[in-house]
């Protein structure tokens, strides 16, 4: 998979007229980190597939998702050459371990804020998982099955690497607790629930809740001056990073939230003002991407909708419901069928 991730990097390198020489020597290539400027003082900075992005400003600098402890590491270190103030700020786009670990690195600068509903997901109890990762037998721990099942249900898919389970069993118990899992996550220090704002050394980011969707403590990080909007995971999907105009790869019953407190989440994103939207996976994509995106989710609804409204089965469904507008997309092929299907349990669900 690293291998994968590589290779996309060095052809996403290869393929972008826009890379100057600076850029490009920004690559770590025995890493596969990177630092790549945006605009002004903003730049997205990453590792594979995985993105955060810092805003510079005379009084410090505002990260958000520090991925990683080495990621955060090899981050410190280059923060420290290239400009000369500390990390201040460090926000979570969501609790999810992939992205919010490593800002212990910055422990002794920065103060961490993120979503009042990571304060829950990091409180002990089984926290909110992405996909179909669900207590299956509700005992507060994340079991082998609860991980195994449905990423064994289609690998190609949901997979989280065979080894996931006895990588994050930090103590081969046999068991992975949430803290287990979690164990490279600092708690932030500040919470706020719908918006907030964060000033530092002149320059202003809005933090807004967007609702629920990949998770349930989503955050959207936005930078007006710059007309740059982050978020991770909620757009431009966990599989199909590199295009947004791919089908969603639909691993589970779309998370756990209504479709449509997807939509409208979507929707939260493109009120904001902004050409570039930066986020945690992917290229970077417009506005009319981001609603592109957000279109298709609306008429995957509404034929389900209507197939469910028809008394079709799910199988029926896969059959007829063929969403012809979205032939020329990514994956449409392999992910019609599943779309389909995730759709209607995630309907049938939340009725
Ligand atoms: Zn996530």
Redesign the pocket.
């Known amino acids: 998979m690293i291998q994968v991730f590589r290779l996309l990097i060095a052809t996403l390198l290869f393929l972008s007229p826009m890379l100057s020489a600076q850029e490009e020597a920004a690559l770590d290539t025995v890493s596969g980190n990177q630092i790549r400027h945006i605009t002004g003082d903003l730049y997205r900075a990453g590792t594979g597939a995985w993105h955060s992005i810092f805003l510079v400003t005379d009084a410090g600098i505002i990260l958000a998702d520090p991925l990683n402890t080495p990621y955060a590491t090899w981050l410190k270190e280059q923060l420290d050459e290239r400009f000369d103030v500390p990390v201040r700020y460090i926000i979570y786009?969501?609790?999810?371990f992939?992205?919010a670990g490593g800002a212990g690195v910055f422990a002794d600068t920065a103060t961490i804020i993120a979503h009042e509903r990571v304060a829950i997901n990091m409180d002990g109890r089984y926290p909110q998982m992405?996909g179909d990762m669900i207590d299956r037998n509700n005992n507060g721990l994340i079991d082998r099955e609860d991980i195994m099942i449905p990423t064994n249900a289609d690998p190609g898919i949901c997979g989280m690497g065979n080894n996931f389970f006895d990588r994050n069993d930090l103590n081969g118990d046999g068991v992975m607790t949430p803290a287990e899992l979690q164990v490279d996550i600092v708690l932030p220090d500040i919470f706020y629930s719908e918006r907030m704002t964060l000033t530092l050394g002149g320059k202003t980011v809005e933090l807004i809740h967007p609702g629920k969707n990949?998770?349930d403590d989503m955050t959207v990080v936005y930078f007006p001056q710059e007309r740059v909007v982050f978020a991770?995971?909620?757009i431009a999907d966990?599989l199909v990073r590199d295009n947004i105009h791919s089908l969603p790869s639909a691993c589970g019953p779309l998370?756990g939230t209504p479709i449509a407190e997807w939509i409208s989440s979507y929707q939260a994103v493109e009120e904001l003002d902004f050409d570039i939207f930066a986020g945690?996976h992917g290229d970077f994509f417009t506005k009319d991407e981001v609603a592109s995106s957000r279109q298709f989710l609306q008429d995957l609804q509404s034929a389900v909708s209507d197939g469910m409204a028809q008394g079709l089965s799910l199988d029926e469904m896969k059959q007829q419901v063929m969403l012809e507008q979205y032939v020329d997309w990514e994956y449409y092929e392999r992910l019609r069928g599943k779309n389909i299907e995730a759709a209607y349990l995630n309907l049938t669900q939340f009725r």
């Open positions: 786009s969501h609790s999810h992939d992205h992405p990949h998770g991770a995971d909620m966990a998370d945690g």
